[in-house]
């Protein structure tokens, strides 16, 4: 199957055995019937397990071209899950531009726990190699990063992580499947915050997991069955019929963006816009080789970097909509620095670019003309 095909069945064969309806019926159940100690249908208990959800576990793997999807009930969720796979005295080397959830994650929680983390630049993987040592277990990777949009060569890191074997794990969210599949690119495991493109209107909190490797994907199940983190049934149903449309919607992003990174990158009043598919940006190449398109999220900062200019101008908007979170079909605005990015200390992040001028969007599927027209008005 083509993926075009595989949004809308992949997984999805014989959903409802009863009355053949073509999508999965919410099963909003918490237990099952058993005729017999373990004489159950295949469901016992809706946290070990639940047919909507399970339903959803089979797109999600089928769109990654992986064996095994587990859901969350958030992207941070599934991050936890993932590195509670690792033990005191472990080490990760993670991307050094990344959300801000999940530097806090890393760093306020794991932390403590003893495990250690190393954030780095990574458009070069060669850099990754300085940071290995006995404990390293995995390399975290987020690609475009949030939200400086940095392209990070997945094939390149999946190469440093197979020679010293460790585990290359990829966050997925900005590019969806439908821009690049990690995992055929030699990754591990990938990650989404489904709350964005996978969902994609805006209405469901859900994380996910994609791998191929049996033993990992049994570690991770024992841990969202253990620590209990799941998603809901019918968030699960959302999420479905969110995902039968991934691929069209990302198409108008695509190309939306596209006009609005031009618009951008010609005002006069504009220092610099973060899009990959601008022949400008510095991983422009390796983003043209991974990447089918570029998607719909951009950064950008005004000239003088002037942060009381890119607060007025996130207010003034008005086809935007200032807010947190990205990838539905409305078109947003946010303020790395005060919103997404807060919990990263001001210091740590303008290592990075997340300078209090920045602006990030996420463009959404509407007129391009209209959103162009907005952010005249706006920026002036
Ligand atoms: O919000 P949640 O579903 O828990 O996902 C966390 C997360 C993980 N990874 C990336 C790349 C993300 O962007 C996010 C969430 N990000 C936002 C809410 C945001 O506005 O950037």
Redesign the pocket.
């Known amino acids: 199957m083509k993926f075009n095909t595989k949004t809308i069945h992949g997984g999805q064969h014989d959903v409802d055995p009863a009355y053949g309806a073509v999508m999965p019926p919410i099963y909003q159940v918490s237990t099952y019937s058993q005729s017999t100690p373990g004489g159950h249908k295949g469901f016992e208990y809706s946290r070990s397990g639940n047919p909507t959800r399970a339903a959803l576990e089979r797109a999600l793997a089928s769109i990654e071209n992986g064996q095994y999807g587990l859901a969350f009930g958030?992207?941070?969720?599934a991050?936890d899950a993932v590195i509670k796979t690792l033990q005191p005295g472990d080490e990760v080397i993670s991307t050094n531009d990344?959300?801000g959830?999940?530097y806090r994650l890393f760093t306020q929680v794991f932390e403590g726990f003893g495990i250690k983390f190393h954030f780095i630049g990574m458009e070069n993987a060669e850099n990754i190699e300085d940071y290995i040592n006995e404990n390293t277990r995995m390399i975290w990777v987020?690609t475009p990063t949030?939200p400086m949009m940095n392209i990070i060569d997945i094939k390149a890191c999946a190469e440093v992580a197979k020679k010293h074997e460790v585990l290359l794990a990829v966050?997925n969210?900005?590019a969806t499947p439908y821009l690049q599949q990690p995992l055929d690119l030699g990754a591990d495991i990938i990650m989404h915050?489904?709350?964005?493109y996978l969902g994609g209107h805006s209405d469901v909190?859900?994380?996910a997991l994609v791998v191929n490797d049996k033993a990992l994907a049994e570690k991770l199940y024992f841990i969202q069955n253990a620590s209990g983190a799941i998603c809901g049934p019918q968030d699960s149903f959302l999420m479905l019929r969110g995902l039968k449309t991934l691929h069209v919607r990302m198409q108008r992003h695509c190309e939306n963006g596209k006009a609005v990174a031009e618009y951008l990158a010609n005002h006069p009043k504009i220092e610099a816009v973060y899009w990959p598919g601008l022949p400008s940006h510095p991983n422009h190449e390796v983003a043209k080789a991974q990447m089918k398109d570029f998607g719909g999220m951009i950064s950008f900062v005004t000239k003088g970097n002037d942060y009381e200019e890119a607060i007025k101008i996130v207010e003034k908007l008005k086809v935007f909509t200032l807010a947190?979170?990205?990838g539905g079909v409305e078109s947003l605005a946010?303020h790395p620095a005060s919103m997404?990015h807060a919990s990263i200390p001001k210091e740590e992040r303008e290592k990075t670019g997340v300078v209090d001028s920045l602006i990030r969007l996420s463009v959404g599927i509407e007129d391009a003309e209209d959103l162009v027209a907005d952010l005249k008005q706006a920026i002036g």
């Open positions: 958030s992207g941070l969720a991050i990344l959300y959830g999940t987020e949030n966050d969210t900005f915050s489904a709350t964005k909190v859900m994380g947190e979170s990205l946010g997404t």
